[in-house]
């Protein structure tokens, strides 16, 4: 069974969380809520507390095959002053393993990282600037090799279903998207 941590730092956006992670526990990935605060809970940049499975501290970074990042404002500025979570994407991304990002975290974390460096990528509207050495699509969800970036918070279904099928098959993917209405829903 594939296995992801997402990280939450205060302010995350509320659905760019919840969504992929829905989809993916309903495929049948092992995904695993981090915490970067101080604390368990974590505050969503729209009030909702959500109580993260592990804190920073608590897992080892090297057992998973995707680092996945939520969007959201101010959660992506406090993913990157995250130093020991900018140093573990740093070498997932050198081993050429999984790592995705939503709304403002692939620009705000991403890209000031150098891990976007030559690649194509999209993000939330009005942040493409911060991708000054990426190709910027402006799609809902862009796959640059081992990187997954996604525009906002109405691509978290598409990118769920992305991230779903690379961690699985693509069956896998097509089967969660039709008991969850979503083929129905873009058939519209």
């Known amino acids: 069974m594939k296995k992801v941590f997402m990280f939450l730092a205060q302010g995350f956006e509320d659905i760019e969380a919840l969504i992929p992670l829905d989809v993916l526990r309903r495929g049948g990935v092992d995904v695993k809520t981090v915490s970067v605060g101080k604390d368990y809970m974590v505050t969503s940049a729209h009030g909702v507390d959500i109580k993260a499975d592990f804190m920073f501290n608590e897992i080892n970074r090297e057992e998973a095959d995707l680092l996945m990042l939520p969007g959201g404002m101010p959660g992506a500025t406090n993913l990157y002053e995250h130093k020991e979570l900018c140093q573990a994407l740093l070498k997932h991304n050198e081993k050429g ?92």
Do not use: W
Not at 104 to 111: E, I, N
Not at 166 to 173: F, H
């Open 97 to 188: 393993k999984m790592i995705s990002a939503i709304c403002a975290a692939p620009a705000v974390v991403l890209a000031q990282l150098g891990i976007l460096d030559s690649r194509r990528a999209t993000c939330y509207p009005g942040f493409e600037q911060m991708l000054t050495n990426a190709t910027y699509t402006g799609d809902l969800v862009t796959v640059d090799k081992n990187i997954t970036t996604a525009e906002g918070p109405a691509a978290a279904f598409p990118y769920a279903y992305e991230l779903l099928e690379q961690l699985t098959d693509k069956a896998t993917a097509d089967q969660i998207a039709e008991g969850m209405r979503y083929k129905h829903l873009m058939n519209q």
